[in-house]
């Protein structure tokens, strides 16, 4: 069945960065876009950003200042996240999820089990 | 404050119909097939249940429905179980820079 399996919590510094793994199984990992998106505590969700492992191609959602970077690596499935100089109000749950191949718009299935990032001094 | 515009809560008995409405502008939900919901049990990551407005996933039950009009998308529980208990998320493409928005999410009660 189709998987993603991400990797687990950190915590973090104020100014550090953070870098999370997706690693995908049951389908061709290049035939599907990998969308990021998060969920602070007891808030609602946030997209973040989608990315073809296929093409290389991105799209990301412009709040983050640049501090947003998302890579792949086809030989091993699994796709990653940073997020550089972190802030308070980056604590959240950070989630993959497997999206369309043209762009990561329309649909997000299914969803790795996430990854609890803490940013706190 | 969220793009898009969900209701708080809402409720039903088992047995019953509900609807949890999803509201947003012509730059998301009413100028674009884009929207999809999500159902999100506590402390679970979160489940596609209807994309492109009124498609349902292989596997979600056909007591899940989509539909929209104009800025107003709307997802229809029927035959409520206990099971359906949880959070629900609607989504869209949005013409700002964002790219999507989300719904502040309902929270749905089985009575």
Known sequence: ?121 | QSALTQPASVSGSPGQSITISCTGTSSDVGGYNYVSWYQQHPGKAPKLVIYDVTNRPSGVSNRFSGSKSGNTAALTISGLQAEDEADYYCSSYTTSSTLVVFGGGTQLTVL
Not at chain 1, 23 to 38: C, D, N, P, V
Not at chain 1, 57 to 77: E, H, K, L, P, V
């Open chain 1, 1 to 121: 069945q189709v998987q993603l399996v991400q990797s687990g919590a950190e915590v973090k510094k104020p100014g550090a960065s953070v870098k999370v793994s997706c690693k995908a199984s049951g389908y061709t990992f290049t035939t599907y876009g990998i969308t990021w998106l998060r969920q602070a505590p007891g808030q609602g969700l946030e997209w973040m950003g989608w990315i073809s492992p296929h093409t290389g191609n991105t799209n990301d959602a412009q709040n983050f200042q640049g501090r947003f970077t998302m890579t792949t690596d086809t030989s091993t499935s699994t796709a990653y996240m940073e997020l550089r100089n972190l802030r308070s109000d980056d604590t959240a749950v950070y989630y993959c999820a497997r999206g369309g191949y043209f762009d990561g718009y329309n649909w997000f299935d299914p969803w790795g089990q996430g990854t609890l990032v803490t940013v706190s001094s």
